[in-house]
């Protein structure tokens, strides 16, 4: 019974890995020689010996690595075939190094590390535009900057508030206001969020000082109460480019594409 496909799938399934062998590797030449001399003798060679011989090949060939850089060479990503990576990057104050394992799909590269999880449960963004708001807009997302829909307490009342589909909910103050839940022409005290089971506080007395918001964006650690968190960044990948879009300006500029070397 065949496990594995038939002969002749085996050997179309070799021919093909032969024809494309990395060009980058250190043991090229050896490689392209055993490829030629696979593919000339492939009716008269025995398929085990062929299959052990590419099996020798992928050992000595093992994570080998595509690399990329910005233009100034501040921001090095490598890409090992065994589906791992490496990116060195630039910070205000230092070099960082990351490493974990990559997915590329389409023109879609995903880089996942695992991180010791000492992440803050909430951050928050405050925006203050007018003086004397009317409304509040809220947005919620989880590390992975997907929109999510936790449930909104607010200065420990009962009632709750739920989102839209893109984790959206628009408060208006007057009505907060008619429901007892603010203290006329008060802000907002504290905010309470239940997500996937896990709450979330968040305190605003660090902002009494501030204008009423108008907009405050919430990003939620969806791994709180967990010992490890799994990160990942995503970007567009084409034409041997890799399109950076989380990088802060102040460390690399304009420098956000990394080009194949």
Known sequence: MERCGSNDERIAALIWFMRNLSTESPHTSWQKYISKVLLNKINSINVKYYISLLCLILICSCAQKTSFENIKGTCKLYLYSDSTYKFTFPTFFEKKTEAGKFKLMNNNLTLIRKKLN????VDISYTCWKDNPD??????????????????????????????????????YKDLERKSIIEPNEKIKSFRMVYNGKNYLQNMFYYKDSRKPDRLDFRLNQFIGEKYAMLKREYLMRNDTIYLNDMERKSIGSDDKLFKR
């Open 118 to 121: 000492d992440i803050d449960s």
């Open 135 to 172: 409304s509040l807009l809220i947005t919620f997302s989880d590390l992975y900057k997907n929109a999510i829909n936790p449930k909104l307490f607010i200065n420990y009342s009962k009632t709750y508030f739920t989102t839209d589909t893109f984790g959206h909910i628009e408060l208006s």
